[in-house]
């Protein structure tokens, strides 16, 4: 339609306001606070749980049996952290993801809001850290695999499938992995963000081709690191446990909740006065996307749920039943949740092309997913750390304060750094004329 | 609509098109008399056609202890023929349904052609389920109809059974999805036809269609939610014939990533399978300015993007076999690639991994001969693909003193003839008497993606039609 | 088409050349206090149903009831089939046992939502194999576009309106009776 753009002034920058940066200090000195709450309760109920500790056993099978000596309070805590920080690590991938595939798929709608995506993966080498930290720290106690007694034939704990992966699961071979992953994600990321500011400041084509070429070769780099990065961080956790579809399944986890975060930022900011040049049609086309996406989780979800469900072997049941059944049903409700948050709320908010064009509904759908999604990660990491220690209460609420205040700071220090418009951006124009 | 386009974007319509440009090259070749290209390629596929029935109906006639089948392969030629046939169908739809959504105007020029060779594939790939059946006559009892035996039922806990709703599905959607695409291509060949006959054909099948604004709007409405239907469609088809192996626990079938993999399985052999007819088109038909290099060099994009998705698959399931640590598992695969059937897996590497990877050059890429000739290793290395996981999968029984090897027999291979005389004897049909390219759809894209634009786009029109209108006589 | 002709109506008939001027004459037209009767192209042009002040079709919620209709008729096969007329235990699954149907709930779901939305279509429209097509100027199915404004309808007379007509860029303009 010839409905008149309103034609932006080509410079707009964000502001970081101090407000802005109270309030997200409040917020970690609440999360910190209810993490020590939290802690405390814990330290002190320590024990408690040992009535529970039979029954759940034996639902669970075998994976633990042997490997449960004392249990520590602190697990807890350390996967609270590690689920945040895998979480936030996707999301923050994500930004690169979108960008990498709408350089290669020459979209131009895009263009319009690419600093949010532009600006999200700079919180990768915070998430990073934090889990090299966690693995020294606490490896011990979330990954069943680095126990030396598995691997030694002449030990109780000898296990002849988890020795049968030794090539794979060992821990130097897993920090090199590690390393390599949030270095290939973040220095390609780094060079992407500079052509992208170089752009802004010299124009031409030339940094655009340029960002194709680097756009594809993360594709390529994330078109294995995805998949092997999801077995490294999630899969390996309930160690015996093994399915191909796992790491495409955690991507499309991570990537949905990113196109979440991604609209979410643009509604927010548009509400704050900015990004007037995005208009009803971009939103929709996001609101498309974060639709899609749910549903494309949910066949990914569904097909790994009926093959495993329909074929009913016991290694591999055991995955579903731990989280179905298993630990006095603790994860039932988080199961169910998911499929909730993931699958029928955004399906059902954003049907009808009125509610994807709707601020409102977008930002209802959009922390359905991101909510949805955590429960997701918490729900595939939880019962092979924990177990039937495991629950929801200030520690996990706490810590989810904390690392979402982290990223928003990051995030809102990186878009103050670039002009909120690519202004030569060759896709622009396309962009601000976007009708559909 | 804003006709604004970033330059840095390729012109997609080449030559200074004008609107009547386009019906005039589309329609030329719909309204002339055979050429005799098309006449020579029409008589080889119906004489391959009719060659290839009569073995089926001797499969029927003698039973299917014809084909090579044994006690321990039960499965061969039959089901990877079907699954092979039903993946090419898949680009049809990918095309039409899911580059719509996304807007890539590309899509505009090969979605007609792409489309047909979906609904021809499927029927292919039906042929065989008929086939295999062995007493064809008794189909319909895997329809869920109350029986004469009592009141037992189709068992909808198989997945068999699945297919036959998901594959009819798929086949009377994209009909639909097609036929609607085609309708006011239709009116625009019936509004230029000269004799009774075919003004009336064209007449009926068009509807009645005026090109109204309303109509249009609505048309376009349903157009997005059949492509939105379509899409998660066309995954869901291939996602059950995947569950047809993948549900069972059978070595190498049951892995999680089926779905998934042979999605994007499909849709590459689906997109080799529109280039090679869109190479052949675009030259016998004259349409290079409207199927040009941009479009080959964006479908050999798909390819390499899903040859690649496809190989990430195969190197996942052969990690996880044998991180799993399940015996039997990790024997399936390395009996896949060093076992007797090794050449069928390497084939299958080979051509679907490896060969795809040359399109990272532009020239390659850009090529026509490198195009063709890859297009055509893929879709070989697509039906060794099924080759592997059905047959190297079963002739290894859990029990050594049934292992077994498959020798295809005569009517094995004139079966497979027989789909390929069905196929193309029903896509030189197609190319003769309908519009191979989307008329309306082009001269949609036409301001935006010409290469120059003519000084009237308009263009002239034929004169004659306009003084002698064809319907409507009676109120004037 | 839908639109009836009780007795014979006379229109006036203004053949464009091009899509982005119809849509801008539209407006101008309109607001000329001309009452356009419809536009007719070759091929969709984006905005004009909304020019020309089309209500917003609702062939969607059609669909949605058709689609529904399909979940309802895939859910009481299974049931009924599997559950209460002929309960069966197959591969270790009780007899009703949800995840495998969703399979059949989903094709079943699409087979109606598509058909019924497409039937839907083509009856609103008054489309069929036997219709005989309302064409104000043949050549609006090639390259030209044509609005069609009936004179009955509008209290303007001829020569004005065609004044308009060729004002806003009409390339000329035609009697057509009905």
Redesign the interface.
């Known amino acids: 339609m010839a409905s008149v753009h309103a034609i932006p002034s080509l410079d707009e920058q964000y502001e970081f306001t101090a407000e802005s940066k109270r309030r997200l200090i409040i917020g970690i000195v609440a999360g910190v606070a209810l993490v020590g709450l939290g802690a405390y309760l814990l330290a002190s109920g320590a024990g408690s749980h040992e009535a529970h500790h039979g029954a759940a056993h034996a639902a669970a099978g075998h994976e633990h049996a042997g490997a449960h000596h004392e249990y520590k309070w602190t697990t807890r805590l350390w996967a609270n952290v590690w689920v945040n920080a895998v979480y936030f690590t996707g999301v923050s991938v994500v930004g690169m993801f979108f960008l990498s595939y709408n350089y290669l798929a020459q979209a131009g709608w895009s263009s319009a809001f690419k600093r949010i995506p532009e600006a999200m993966p700079a919180f990768l080498p915070v998430t990073g850290l934090i889990m090299l930290a966690v693995f020294f720290i606490a490896g011990h106690d979330l990954f069943h695999w680095t126990h030396e007694g598995l691997y030694d034939p002449n030990s109780p704990e000898f296990d002849p499938i988890i020795n049968g992966k030794k090539g794979f699961l060992n821990k130097p071979f897993y920090l090199i992995r590690m390393v390599a992953y949030f270095g290939l994600w973040y220095g390609l990321w780094r060079v992407l963000r500079n052509l992208s500011l170089q752009e802004d400041l010299y124009g031409g084509t030339e940094y655009y081709n340029k960002s194709i070429k680097f756009g594809t070769i993360f594709l390529v780099v994330f078109g294995v690191t995805s998949s092997t990065s999801a077995w490294d961080f999630v899969m390996s956790i309930d160690t015996h446990w093994f399915s191909t579809m796992f790491g495409w399944y955690t991507l499309a986890s991570w990537h949905v909740t990113g196109l979440a975060v991604m609209t979410l930022t643009v509604v927010t900011l548009k509400e704050q006065g900015y990004l007037k040049w995005v208009n009803q049609s971009h939103l929709h086309d996001l609101g498309k996307f974060m639709f899609a996406f749910s549903i494309f989780w949910t066949y990914v979800w569904f097909a790994q749920f009926m093959l495993i469900y329909y074929a009913n072997l016991p290694e591999e049941t055991i995955y579903y039943r731990e989280r179905f059944s298993g630990y006095g049903e603790k994860y039932l409700v988080t199961f169910w949740v998911n499929l909730f948050l993931n699958f029928a709320f955004p399906f059902l908010v954003l049907m009808t092309r009125d509610a994807k064009r709707t601020t409102i509904f977008l930002k209802i759908a959009a922390w359905g997913i991101i909510v949805g999604h955590y429960f997701d990660f918490y729900n595939n990491i939880m019962p092979g750390t924990v177990g039937e220690h495991g629950g929801f209460g200030p520690i996990e609420f706490g810590m989810i304060l904390i690392f979402a205040c982290g990223f928003i700071w990051s995030l809102s220090t990186q878009l103050t750094k670039a002009n909120l418009v690519p202004k030569n951006h060759p896709m622009l124009e396309e962009a601000l004329h976007h009708d559909i | 609509?804003?006709?604004?386009?970033?330059?840095?974007?390729t012109p997609l319509v080449t030559g200074g098109k004008?609107?009547?440009d386009v019906?005039e090259d589309v329609s030329r070749q719909v309204e002339g008399r055979p050429t005799r290209e098309w006449t020579i390629a029409f008589t080889i596929s119906v004489i391959v056609l009719i060659y290839g029935a009569a073995c089926v109906f001797w499969t029927w006639w003698e039973g299917l202890g014809v084909w090579g089948l044994n006690k321990t392969v039960g499965w061969a030629w039959d089901i990877t023929n079907f699954v092979w046939w039903v993946g090419i169908g898949h680009a049809g739809t990918l095309i039409s349904a899911i580059l719509l959504?996304?807007?890539?105007k590309w899509r505009t020029a090969v979605n007609r052609a792409a489309e047909a060779m979906t609904i021809f594939a499927v029927i292919c790939a039906a042929s065989f389920i008929l086939m295999h059946m062995g007493r064809p006559w008794l189909a319909l009892w895997a329809l869920?109809l109350p029986n004469t035996f009592?009141?037992?039922?189709?068992?909808?806990?198989?997945?068999l059974?699945?297919d036959v709703?998901?594959i009819?599905?798929y086949f009377?959607?994209s009909l639909?999805?097609w036929y609607?695409g085609l309708?006011?291509d239709l009116?625009?060949i019936?509004?230029?036809a000269k004799s009774k006959v075919s003004r009336y054909i064209y007449?009926?099948?068009?509807?009645?269609?005026?090109?109204?604004?309303?109509?249009?709007?609505?048309?376009?409405?349903?157009s997005l939610?059949?492509a939105g239907?379509s899409?998660?469609?066309v995954?869901?088809v291939h996602?059950?014939v995947s569950?047809d192996f993948?549900?069972?626990?059978i070595p190498g079938w049951?892995?999680?990533?089926?779905?998934?993999y042979f999605v994007a399985g499909a849709i590459f052999s689906g997109f080799a399978m529109v280039q090679n007819l869109m190479l052949i088109i675009r030259v016998v038909f004259k349409l290079e300015d409207y199927i040009t290099f941009e479009h080959i060099e964006s479908m050999n994009k798909v390819i390499t993007l899903t040859g690649?998705?496809v190989g990430?698959?195969y190197l996942?399931?052969f990690f996880?076999a044998?991180?799993?640590?399940?015996e039997f598992e990790s024997y399936a695969f390395i009996n896949r690639a060093t076992g007797p059937y090794w050449w069928a897996y390497w084939a299958m590497m080979t051509c679907n991994v490896i060969s795809p990877q040359l399109f990272w050059s532009r020239a390659i890429r850009r090529s026509v001969v490198w195009t063709f000739v890859l297009s055509v290793v893929v879709n070989i290395g697509m039906w060794f693909e099924r080759f592997v996981i059905i047959v190297t999968s079963l002739h290894r029984d859990y029990l050594p003193s049934s292992w077994a090897m498959f020798h295809p027999t005569l009517f094995d291979i004139s079966d497979y003839i027989f789909s390929f005389g069905l196929f193309f004897t029903l896509f030189l049909l197609f190319s003769k008497f309908l519009p191979v390219v989307n008329?309306?759809?082009v001269?949609?894209v036409i301001?935006s993606s010409s290469e120059t634009l003519p000084k009237?786009?308009?263009?002239v029109?034929k004169g004659e039609?306009?003084t002698k209108?064809?319907?409507?006589k009676d109120?004037? | 088409m839908a639109e009836s002709h009780g007795s014979a109506s006379k229109f006036l008939v203004g053949i464009f050349d091009d899509d982005d001027v119809v849509l801008k004459a539209v407006k101008e037209v309109k607001d000329a206090g001309v009452r356009i009767h419809e536009v007719y192209s070759p091929f969709p042009i984006h905005g004009l149903d909304v020019a020309l002040g089309h209500p917003r079709t609702r062939i969607g919620i059609a669909a949605f009831l058709f689609g529904l209709t399909g979940t309802l008729t895939a859910l009481t096969l299974t049931m009924y089939t599997e559950k209460l007329d002929w309960p069966m235990v197959v591969g270790g699954k009780d007899s009703y046992s949800f995840p495998v149907y969703i399979p059949i709930i989903f094709e079943l779901t699409v087979l109606f939502c598509a058909l019924g939305m497409v039937g839907t279509f083509i009856v609103s429209n008054g489309l069929g194999p036997t219709v005989k097509p309302l064409m104000f100027d043949l050549r609006t199915t090639d390259n030209k576009f044509a609005m069609a404004i009936d004179l009955g309808k509008n209290k303007l007379d001829e020569t004005k309106i065609e004044q308009i007509l060729k004002a806003s860029g009409a390339a000329e303009v035609n009697v057509k009776q009905f």
């Open positions: 609509m804003s006709h604004i386009t970033s330059p840095v974007r004008t609107y009547a019906t959504l996304f807007r890539q869920p009592g009141s037992l039922w189709v068992n909808f806990k198989s997945p059974v699945w709703f998901a009819s599905t009377t959607v639909v999805f609607i309708v006011p009116a625009t019936r509004d230029r007449g009926a099948f068009s509807l009645g269609w005026n090109g109204s604004a309303k109509t249009w709007a609505r048309y376009e409405y349903i939610i059949l239907l899409t998660p469609l995954l869901s996602t059950i569950f993948a549900t069972s626990v049951h892995t999680t990533i089926f779905p998934p690649s998705i990430v698959a996942t399931e996880i044998w991180y799993s640590g399940v008329m309306a759809e001269k949609t301001k009237s786009v308009s263009g029109a039609r306009v209108p064809a319907f409507n109120a004037e």
